[in-house]
């Protein structure tokens, strides 16, 4: 009866042995699961099919660092939205033309070869939409950034939004 008792113990501790791997590999894979929280948000664009298409083809040559900050994709997921590093620079494709082009307030500039309409927001942080190209391209840099990445950002995409936008007027 003692060699019974014995096992039965053992049976006992092998059974919270092997439970206790399976509850942290559980809490591990939730954990994992929750990693949203950290990502950045921002507002998918609605356009017109032929520049969601074009908008797909930018996603696929967008550098994996921009400025030294990793990329760093915003909640939701799509290819019509990208960013890098935190707090987060932000591209949005496919964005309607911006009523601050007509503003006296607005700055335009051309970076490499891309043309851009440059605003200054009330929080401090800059939006820049390309101009130019068959799909607007908005790229935000929040204010904790703006010092220190200056132009760096808009340098990164000159290339591939070269390559993937062609230049014309978006409708």
Not at 34 to 63: F, G, M, Y
Not at 76 to 82: H, M, N
Not at 149 to 156: F, I, N, S, T
Request: negative net charge; glycine residues 8%; charged residues 25%.
């Amino acid at each position: 009866m003692n060699s019974f008792r014995h096992r039965r113990r053992l049976g006992r501790v092998h059974r919270v042995l092997v439970g206790a791997p399976a509850l942290s590999l559980l809490v591990a894979a939730v954990a994992g699961c929750s990693t949203t929280d950290d990502a950045p948000e921002a507002a998918v664009p609605t356009p017109e099919a032929s520049v969601t298409k074009l908008c797909r083809n930018l996603d696929k040559v967008l550098p994996q660092k921009l400025d030294g900050f990793e990329r760093n994709d915003p909640e939701p997921s799509s290819e019509l939205t990208a960013a890098w590093g935190s707090p987060a620079i932000i591209l949005r494709c496919g964005v309607p033309w911006p009523d601050a082009a007509a503003d006296n307030d607005s700055n335009p500039a051309t970076v490499n070869g891309v043309e851009w309409i440059v605003e200054e927001l009330d929080s401090g942080a800059q939006r820049m939409t390309t101009g130019s190209r068959l799909a607007y391209i908005e790229v935000t840099i929040p204010k904790d950034q703006v010092s220190r990445v200056g132009a760096g950002p808009l340098v990164d995409l000159a290339g591939p939004i070269k390559k993937a936008i062609p230049k014309g007027i978006a409708d």
